[in-house]
């Protein structure tokens, strides 16, 4: 009876999973990451034939590999999702341990398949990233451990936390792997900004930032020559940078057609860090405006349906997760306009990729689990005399 | 400010003076500072979150607003440039041989690209081209000029003939560019040494010409600087005598069954290459593809056996063991040394070509016969230290300072641990890997008078001696001990009347890279000559890879039989082009009374 008239989330405890996981789901969000693994497919479709002819391959063979490596993304990112935020934990902290142990032995058993930074575990049939599924266990950790932080005689989660981040950090950027090492830096901060930092350490962090990139900028030719790249007011077509503006261009707002493109066989990596250029020459503003709509709604939405939660723990890894799905989409576009120093980052779920695929989906799964609805304990506020 | 205590001692004591139980009090106080403490962070979040969100909203927005300014701007022809498409200077500086023949020059041609918005008739134009330009696609071309692409290249270069033929097909889409590119006139000649050049940055008003190897590469920046006023950069190579060397080189090559070889010809005062020949060659006009990673770098017609090629040179080396031990007062030519076995160096046998035992020898003799023991000894009267200084001071140990830029490359390899049994095995030319350069540079310095000498490509006009390294004396020496191997030792077929050939032959096995130690049957044959041996002007290396003679009964490979006669061939037909006269030897005819010739 209170409940129907307070309006509290309609859960009940001895419920079936799937009928409780189908009403308390965010569905819209659902929706849209289904909707851009499909424009994943379309332009896969478009973009993935040049570099099967060049490996000598039927021209869909990415293709298929996609859905088959998308169709397991999707069922791990749906039984994720069907998991309490407890199971989410303590599934994650071990897969967080594996993935670490995996990292830390990549100078050993990792190859570099000729790119200059040992990142990989070649399986033969596939390549597999330990950093692609150590960030989200990344984030639930430290989520828990800055949790834990926020309780009354409880551990110093958040220098816990520090530790273990700047660990992952520096090992990412000893590979070297620059844009890994920042999206898990900046998901820790992220998390320590919702966690209640003070606001003139943000200011220093800020400042660390700056210095950090200037120090990596006279040290590290490979990140200089990109960065002087992009501050250079002239974009040079015969980088990839110039092939993707140049692409835009041509596709103007509805895009010069259906397999039309040309972008796809100048960029070598035209399926995976510059498939949204694909998308603008093919099909136009139209698309690439739906597809930063999809993004947008996703992030937003589960930021927002975070606000509710009342769990520490919950708030801070939904946010997190939430927030490096978004930023590594808004990195990928934004180099791609010119927006952003270039930096190889995948679109998620949209570029091709095998495992990385398959762990951001583990990742969405994650996010979608924490923003499920839950009681948010309204009535014992109520009942407490502490009601806002 | 108000502290608050972290424990209720208001509750606590009069409780505890009471006698009772304080831990409900604590926990009571405990989860109501949880829960005040809970929802100030929650009302923090929730701000926090909130700022997150809309950061997040107006970055997309941000990514979304660019993606369609770029989307609605127009697409433009490639401009290689900032600013004016002027900035790429065209001028590229020819190359000259020594005597101004020209080796490369720029050729002026046209690109040709099209604007397909404003082609008339897409199908024709397309038709059209495929029947001047058979390796265009087709359907590629359509499909191409049918779409919304304002702007694609067709080809990047086109003859004066193709480029009329395209004017008459009179469509307005079809647009020409002009182009510069490089053109080597004399085809495959001099092909390692000039290199090849490609289009770096173009677009459709010029197209920048850099060079990828050779002295293309290594003067880039000299031959692309307009500031030199388009003088020619002028080599030392003859253009005459680099023909005459390759065609000799080649028929030779052939006949020895070679699968490769390798010559050149250096002044021995300025240090200039007149020829330096490697072969399989190509043709820098159409550079062929660099070999792939698991392909044999050598293996490769792009590979300059010259500077590249490092190999251990055999008994070339003698020479140079004897000429020390001469220079330091050790031995001179007629002192005998005792070249019977068995001798023992640092746990390993020195054996002779064939196990032959020469028994006593005079220094003089060694050399013509070759003996590896003979020299082993002298080596190990001179001694590690004096020895490895001496070899040093050949520029033995480092890349020949040879301006093509492929020579930086050639870095010998020598032992890092370097032993007695070193010594005597690097004195007749085993466990030192060097370039041909290396060894004409070497041969330079005895033929001089004792004078290092860096060799160049570069024409020079006085003579460029460098340091000193043996005495004239000791070059001396060892020149007639060269010439002596010609006229009575291994060399025999080297001889070239009237020009008085000196050298030394050398025969090294080839090391196994796959499954180490070397091979029975594929040698590296060597020879290395200077002549007029009693006042040498020119140093000659002939080397020849696996090569095998097999008109007799046996194959023959070692370099007496191989190299020797391919250097009497070059330098019969190299002589005469560079001014030398032919001594003629008069005692040998004393019959004939000479008249004058009226």
Redesign the interface.
Known sequence: MTEMVYGAAPARDNEPILPKWWHTIDKLSVFCLLMLFAVGLLLGFAASPPLAERNNLPPFHYVQRQVLFGGVALIAMLLTSMMSPVLVRRLSVLGFLLAFAALALLPVFGTDFGKGAVRWYSLGFASVQPSEFLKPGFVVVAAWMMAANQQIHGPPGMAWSFALCMTIVSMLVLQPDFGQACLVLFGWGVMYFVAGAPITLLVGMAALVVLGGSLAYANSEHFARRIDGFLSPEVDPTTQLGYATNAIREGGVFGVGVGEGQVKWALPDAHTDFIIAVAAEEYGLVLVLVIIALYGVVVVRSLLRLIRERDPFVRLAGTGLACMFGVQAMINMGVAVRLLPAKGMTLPFVSYGGSSLIATGIAVGMLFAFTRTRPQGEIADLLRGRGR | MIRTPLRPLARILPARARGENTDSIENEN?RA???E???R??Q???S???V??VV??C??????V???M???????E???S?GAATAIANQRADIVDRHGRILATNFETHSLYSNPQLLIDPERAAAELVAIFPDLDHEQLL??FT????F?WIKKKISPEQKQAVHDIGDPGLLFGPREMRLYPNGTLAAHILGGASFG???VDAAEVIGVAGVERQFDGYLRDPAHGNAPLTLSLDLTVQAAAERVLSGGMRIMNAKGAASILMDVYTGEILSAVSLPTFDPNNRPPAPKKNEEASESPLFNRTVLGVYELGSTFKIFTAAQAIDLGLVNAETIVDTSPPMRVGGRTIGEFRNKNYGKLSVSDLIVQSSNRGTGRLALQIGVQRHKAFLEALGMFDPTPFEVVEAQLGQPLYPKRWTDLSSVTISYGHGLSTTPMHLAAGYAAIANGGHYVSPTILKKDTPQLGPRVMSPGAAHAARRMLRAVVTSGTASMADVPGYAVGGKTGTADKPDKLRGGYYEDKVISTFAALFPAHDPRYVLIVTLDEPSENSGSQPRRTAGWTAAPIASEMIGRVAPLLGLRPSVEPARLPAITLTANN
């Open positions: 405990i500072r949880h829960a403490m809970q929802d962070a929650r923090r979040a929730e926090r979150l909130l997150m969100g997040f909203l970055a997309y927005m941000t990514v979304g660019r993606m369609g770029l989307a609605t701007s127009d697409a433009s490639p401009v290689a900032v499909r191409k779409g919304k692409l304002k694609t940055k173009e677009d």
